[in-house]
Nanobody, 128 residues
């Protein structure tokens, strides 16, 4: 089992920044990729970004390009999501997830079904 705990959410004005953290514990060696997803009220959960533990390859959704950056600290078993230039439409609960599946391409990790473990989520609210 792998346990994931997110932190760093909060209320921020449009144009501001937040850094989310996801601390992983347990059998983290059984996971290959970590991902961030988000879910806004009344909407489906959507992919934000993913990163491979080994090598650090990353992939992000189009809407994060130039604004969000995913990174990891293998020594701390922690993944980060740096979010800059936040917009009101970024308001959502952000979830961290871990995948036990191996795909050759990091861009294959956009579906929630690829992830076996999920955190409890952290609320991000961006005011206009």
């Amino acid at each position: 089992q792998v346990q994931l705990v997110e932190s760093g959410g909060g209320l921020v004005q449009a144009g501001g920044s937040l850094r989310l953290s996801c601390a992983a514990s347990g059998r983290t060696s059984s996971t290959y990729v970590m991902g961030w997803f988000r879910q806004a009220p009344g909407k489906e959960r959507e992919f934000v970004a993913a990163i491979r533990w080994s090598g650090g390859n990353t992939h992000g959704a189009d809407f994060v390009k130039g604004r969000f950056t995913i990174s990891r600290d293998n020594a701390k078993n922690t993944v980060y999501l740096q979010m800059n230039s936040l917009k009101p439409e970024d308001t959502a609960v952000y979830y961290c997830a871990a995948s036990r599946l191996y795909y050759l391409s990091i861009s294959s990790y956009t579906g929630s079904g690829s992830y076996a473990y999920w955190g409890q989520g952290t609320q991000v609210t961006v005011s206009s």
